[in-house]
């Protein structure tokens, strides 16, 4: 224990206890400053005793006496505390006050700072605060010991360095005038001379080097500044060229309306943070390939490579901010099933899209815009606790004076976060930030093109009855460019869903812009009723008459999920795969047309196929199959293989293992996969076409009475014999052409529709006299049934009505 000069804040004195004997002592590991302030300070001190040490330790807050207080704590308890003041000491004992400053907090209770000075009015508030962050520098300092040394149990056995930063010093920055008040120590640290000093805090900023000047500007500009204690570490190059780390930790004050004050500091020197020579080199290598990437997903993936193996980590993600969610640019592992539940069930393309209201802690720390290291078993919401159940470290990536991003590093074992750990992750994250906004600067249009194509595909697939759908889609690696890859799950009327997919030639942002007008003209069409190769002519046409060069590829899958019957059409697509229960595998024989866009008269043949329940119907893109270094017929016969192997019971499973095996993509690659299990009963069906005959009406009761007999359908017989009747009447009188009925009996419901060739929607009347003649067809359907509507179909039209059937306790 060395005697050096200390000063302070009004402090002329500074003990440093460490915490011992599994934190039932106090040891004296370090005393500087002026001894005859106090004089006898026990080297061991009991926690459970009474002593100003012990009983700030013990509450974990600040204990402020002054010289009257001292005087009585003294006198209260003589055994724990110094009794006296060194014999001719010029201080009187009625002027010195003193400070106990807890050391560490929470899992890590590392000791207490004593300060004493020769104040007769006691600290001042300001001088209070400043003490306070000073000892929150001597903690850092005591935990780098510790993490230093072999032996934490005992850290003081291990004191190579001082624990007390004898150069140090404290500033008050009022944030309405942007002047600042330096102790003469910081000019020191920071090699600027007294009289250089113009009292700007620009002029202190202007020390520090380029890299971490945004961190520090995060922290001195008031319209960044959040209330509570902030902490930073930075480096400045000195006027000989020295590069030296410094700590600073800093307060900020509100006034009555919450808006910041004044920001209370202290700077010191942190030579504990200076990084080993692989910390350097790391760093060094990290820049210099930063400096090099021109897009976010390369950064995102040198970031992953610079944290994760250096430290150990079981999870890296990096991410970017968009309103309201993070969208996650690249992450190790890249298994789904290595990553908390609300990651996976957010992974429809190559990584997820998670939304932020769903991580409220991570948002609490990008709006706090520093570093937050959570430990073991920290009570956090599981889906970032899934990411680091031993410790996580949550990054947020600063640039511009913004966030730009965020990096998450999970470790599943136990980790404890040393100083030079913290040190590397700051360096980093500033690295990144910088790096991810030169890359938007590079790849705009790019960032712009996948946004776009991002918003147009569909976010979440709609739940099936009969059977689960699922997709991928992973972008292009080569190039900056995006395609024109979709898939669209469209649940129809009548137990009925398409399953579309398509490919817009190119990798462009007007590829993306025309995927988008294709995607939501197949839907419409789709929706309106029209049948596959109706769908697929008419996206055709549109696709003609725009003003455009491209072209694109489609296939349209109509499915009952009832009957299980597909209705196939195939516009220049690669044909569907089949996985039939057995597990034999087979692409689908599907006649197919010409792309779309290619001539407005196209036809395009329609082809029907029987799917079994536990059949995997897979659509996909050439992505997935062909590339430069795999012939089309080598990776058709990939995903056969793959398909042939998987548990198709996990269609999710099966998704993931046919889009892993592909790397390095020259293009995009869009995954429509669907298993089907039907939904038990099969409906009963049955046809009749009405032809315009005199007693076209009669000849369509009596086969609906016949039909419907056989069926076992006994008591809603009279009601559906009228519907019958007032269905085929109304569309032989108003309509011409052709007309058909259809009867589909289910489990519970009986509906009949009957098909005509008029697109005219019927209007049911607003009134009907007693002297009309007609007019009173819609209105009996609507008493008779439980539902019934109309749909366009194939330039006609179908009405339909549905009829409950009666169980027998009705």
Not at 101 to 128: K, M, N, Q, T
């Amino acid at each position: 224990m060395t005697r050096r000069r200390f000063a302070f804040c009004g402090a002329e004195l500074a003990a440093v206890y460490v915490a011992a004997d599994q934190n039932r002592e106090l040891h004296l590991a370090e005393l500087t400053g002026n001894r005859g302030v106090l004089y006898g300070l026990p080297a061991i001190l009991a926690v459970a005793g009474h002593s100003p040490a012990a009983d700030a330790f013990r509450s974990g807050r600040p204990l402020w006496l002054t010289p009257k207080e001292l005087a009585t704590f003294i006198e209260d308890d003589p055994h724990h505390f110094p009794t006296r003041i060194r014999d001719g000491d010029p201080h009187s004992p009625a002027r010195i006050s003193l400070g106990a400053l807890p050391l560490g907090h929470g899992d890590r209770e590392l000791g207490c700072l004593i300060v004493a000075g020769d104040v007769g009015d006691g600290f001042s508030a300001d001088d209070r605060s400043l003490l306070e962050l000073y000892a929150d520098q001597v903690a850092a300092g005591l935990e780098s010991v510790a993490a230093r040394s072999a032996g934490r149990e005992a850290p003081q056995a291990h004191l190579r360095q001082s624990l007390v930063p004898h150069q140090g010093g404290a500033f008050i920055l009022e944030l309405r005038t942007g002047r600042l008040g330096a102790h003469a120590h910081v000019l020191e640290l920071l090699g600027l001379p007294p009289e250089q000093f113009d009292g700007q805090v620009e002029t202190l900023l202007a020390c520090a080097v380029p890299d971490d000047m945004p961190a520090l500007m995060a922290i001195v500009e008031p319209e960044r500044l959040a209330p509570g204690g902030q902490q930073l570490a930075f480096r400045v190059r000195r006027p000989n060229g020295e590069l030296r780390w410094l700590g600073l930790r800093c307060r900020v004050e509100v006034d009555s309306g919450g808006t910041p004050r004044r920001v209370l500091g202290v700077v010191a020197d942190a030579t504990y943070l200076r990084p080993s020579a692989d910390e350097v080199s790391l760093v060094q290598r990290l820049s210099a390939t930063l400096a090099g990437a021109v897009t976010v997903r390369e950064v995102s993936r040198l970031v992953l490579t610079a944290l994760r193996e250096p430290l150990g980590a079981s999870r890296v993600a990096v991410g970017e901010l968009e309103p309201e969610r993070l969208r996650v640019t690249a992450l190790e592992p890249p298994e789904p099933d290595a990553w908390p539940e609300v990651w996976r069930s957010e992974w429809r393309s190559e990584w997820p899209d998670v939304s932020l209201s769903e991580l409220p802690t991570l948002q609490g720390a990008l709006r706090g815009g520093h570093m937050s290291l959570w430990p073991p078993g920290a009570a956090i919401e599981t889906g970032l606790l899934g990411i680091g159940p031993g410790g996580l470290a949550v990054l947020p990536l600063p640039a511009d004076g913004g966030t730009v991003g965020v990096c998450l590093v999970g470790w599943d074992a136990d980790h404890r976060f040393g100083p030079e750990e913290r040190s590397l992750l700051t360096v980093t994250a500033g690295l990144a930030g910088q790096a991810l906004v030169r890359a938007h600067a590079l790849d705009a249009g790019h960032e712009l093109a996948t946004m776009l194509q991002r918003s147009l595909l569909p976010r979440k697939l709609p739940e099936l009855p009969g059977g689960v759908a699922v997709a991928r889609y992973l972008p292009a690696t080569a190039g900056l460019e995006v395609g024109g890859d979709w898939y669209d799950v469209i649940p129809l009327s009548d137990v009925h869903v398409a399953f579309v997919i398509g490919d817009v030639q190119g990798h462009s942002a007007g590829a993306a812009t025309i995927m988008g007008q294709m995607r939501t003209a197949v839907r419409a069409y789709a929706v309106e009723g029209h049948p596959p190769d109706v769908v697929v002519a008419r996206a055709n046409r549109l696709l003609v008459g725009m003003e455009t060069d491209l072209f694109a590829t489609c296939g349209y899958v109509d499915l009952d999920m009832e009957e299980g019957i597909a209705r196939v059409v195939r516009a220049g697509h690669l044909p569907p795969i089949l996985r039939h229960p057995d597990g034999v595998t087979e692409e689908m024989t599907v006649e197919g047309g010409p792309p779309l866009g290619v001539l407005a008269d196209a036809e395009f043949p329609m082809t029907e196929v029987g799917l079994l329940p536990g059949t995997l119907l897979v659509l996909l893109t050439d992505g997935l199959v062909e590339s430069a270094g795999l012939p089309l017929e080598e990776g058709m016969q990939r995903v056969r293989d793959v398909l042939a192997a998987a548990d198709p019971v996990d269609a999710g499973g099966v998704a993931d293992e046919l889009v892993v095996a592909v790397s390095r993509r020259d293009d995009d690659v869009a995954l429509l996969l669907l298993r089907y299990d039907g939904t038990g009963d099969r409906p009963l069906r049955s046809h009749w076409t009405v032809w315009r005959l005199p007693k076209a009406v009669m000849h369509a009761r009596r086969f609906a009475a016949r039909t419907l007999r056989s069926w076992g359908v006994v008591e809603e017989l009279d009601e559906a014999l009228l519907v019958v009747s007032e269905l085929v009447t109304n569309a032989i009188v108003h309509t011409q052409g052709e007309v058909g009925m259809d009867l589909t009996l289910s489990t519970d419901r009986l509906r009949i529709a009957v098909n005509d060739a008029s697109p005219r929607t019927p209007v049911k009347p607003v009134s009907v006299d007693w002297e009309s003649t007609g007019g009173r067809g819609l209105l009996i359907v609507e008493a008779t049934t439980v539902a019934w509507g109309s749909v366009p179909l194939s330039g006609g039209k179908q009405v339909w009505a549905e009829i409950p059937r009666r169980r027998a306790s009705d």
